[in-house]
């Protein structure tokens, strides 16, 4: 397939794309211009396309649909952006002004013109898309592409983006996990309002696996904030609970370095099935970790 303009606007180069885009949102990440162009020539078939940015017509034409769809659709396309600055190109200023109505984000090198604007209005766009659900997402792109998009096939995107080639000894599955675990684990998942009152609007997902490999056990996302959840059952001693406090440190840097808004968007959370012991809340303190103490009777 030549890199011609209509066949980078074509209905399988935007699909495609979007489907990628999906994947990335619901993992908190970003997709750069590059890695678009690698993947719309390894795996839609594209001749060898002359510069990156040109996937930046496939995804103005993606976000054009969506929006004839609703206006209000979260701005997917500002997740495609620059390796060297992990920003959009100024091509996503005019969805930019428009959705937060400012003009400036229209006017040309609006980027370097007014970057602290730009950031603001990027990070509120980003994080609309992060707090957006699968569901949301797969509705949006049956509406606008007349095709459904397959639970599966967004959960083979998603594990595209972290397979890797070396046998490291990572693995993504949950061996062991007791009862107790998994019914406080589902719990968070589905009554974050009862962690946290604020947390009661967020979009809820378990066993979140990150870039890292590692496997989280609740991420709740808020337009403004991302929370990282480390769960602790009945069944946890102090030993468990320490190690819980640096799971907590460590989700948190990678979601952190994963989401590609400024780094005060990320924040990690311990729940333990019961009272913490006072040296894990000093610990937690001082790593600036929050932490819920839930009961053990939540019926």
């Known amino acids: 397939m030549k890199q011609t303009n209509e066949n980078l606007a074509s209905d399988k180069a935007t699909m495609a794309l979007m489907r990628w885009l999906v994947a990335a949102a619901l993992d908190n ?11 719309l020539e390894k795996e839609v078939g594209f001749e060898r396309i002359a510069r990156a940015g040109r996937t930046g017509l496939t995804a103005g034409t993606m976000i054009d649909r969506l929006l004839e769809i609703d206006p209000t659709a979260p701005l997917l396309n500002v997740l495609l952006v620059e390796r060297a600055t992990e920003l959009p190109s100024d091509g996503a200023g005019s969805y930019l002004a428009k959705r937060f109505n400012e003009p400036r984000l229209r006017r040309e090198n609006a980027k370097g013109r007014y970057p602290k604007l730009w950031r603001r209005a990027f990070d509120a766009a980003a994080g609309q898309v992060y707090s957006t659900s699968e569901e949301e997402w797969q509705q949006l792109f049956e509406a606008a592409f007349g095709q459904a998009l397959d639970p ?8 595209h983006r972290k397979q890797g080639a070396e046998d490291d000894g990572l693995r993504y599955s949950r061996k062991g996990e007791g009862p107790n675990h998994k019914a406080l684990r589902l719990w968070v998942c589905e ?3 009862a962690v946290k009152r604020r947390f009661a609007g967020a979009t809820a997902e378990t066993e979140v696996i990150l870039d890292s490999a590692d496997r989280v056990d609740v991420v709740l996302n808020l337009k403004d904030e991302v929370i990282a959840v480390e769960v602790k059952s009945r069944d946890s001693n102090l030993i468990d609970l320490r190690r819980g406090v640096f799971q907590c440190i460590k989700y948190r840097a990678v979601l952190d370095a994963m989401d590609i808004r400024d780094s005060d968007k990320v924040s990690a959370m311990l729940v333990y099935e019961g009272n913490l012991p006072a040296e894990i809340k000093t610990m937690l303190k001082f790593h600036g970790i929050a932490w819920f103490e839930a009961p053990q009777d939540r019926t």
């Open 29 to 39: 990440s970003f997709l750069t211009y590059g890695e678009a162009k690698d993947r």
């Open 152 to 159: 599966q096939q967004i959960e083979r995107d998603r594990g």
């Open 191 to 193: 009554n974050p309002g």
